[in-house]
């Protein structure tokens, strides 16, 4: 079955960097939309972005604009999630999910998820 697993959380201190990186298999990934979303404890599951198939589109929640940057390498069917200038509001599970869909900011939007990496941002 289709499988994405997300790598590179890990604890960070307010105001550094982090690159999360989500591997697929068993799915046509050039053809999917790529997105992250996040869930932090008590709270519900929200976008942070997502990239077209082609990589040429991006689209980012208002709180992430500017910080965070999703690239996408359809040849290592790999989808990034570059975080910088991290604050304690981003600590969450960050999951990867995609998305037969154009464009979808909606949990139901996506049709595989993976199993979420936590990120811990340390004021």
């Known amino acids: 079955q289709v499988q994405l697993v997300e790598s590179g959380g890990g604890l960070v201190q307010a105001g550094g960097s982090l690159r999360l990186s989500c591997a697929a298999s068993r799915l046509t990934f050039s053809t999917y939309t790529m997105g992250w979303f996040r869930q932090a404890p008590g709270k519900e599951r929200e976008f942070v972005g997502c990239?077209?198939?082609?990589?040429?589109?991006?689209y980012y929640a208002d709180s992430v604009t500017g910080r965070f940057t999703i690239s996408r390498d359809n040849a290592k069917n790999t989808v990034h999630l570059q975080m910088v200038t991290l604050k304690a509001e981003d600590t969450a599970v960050y999951y990867c999910?995609?998305?037969?869909?154009?464009?979808?900011?909606?949990?139901?939007?996506?049709?595989?998820w993976g199993q979420g990496t936590q990120v811990t941002v340390s004021s």
């Open positions: 990239i077209s198939w082609r990589g040429s589109s991006t």
């Open positions: 999910a995609a998305s037969a869909r154009t464009y979808s900011d909606r949990y139901a939007g996506y049709d595989y």
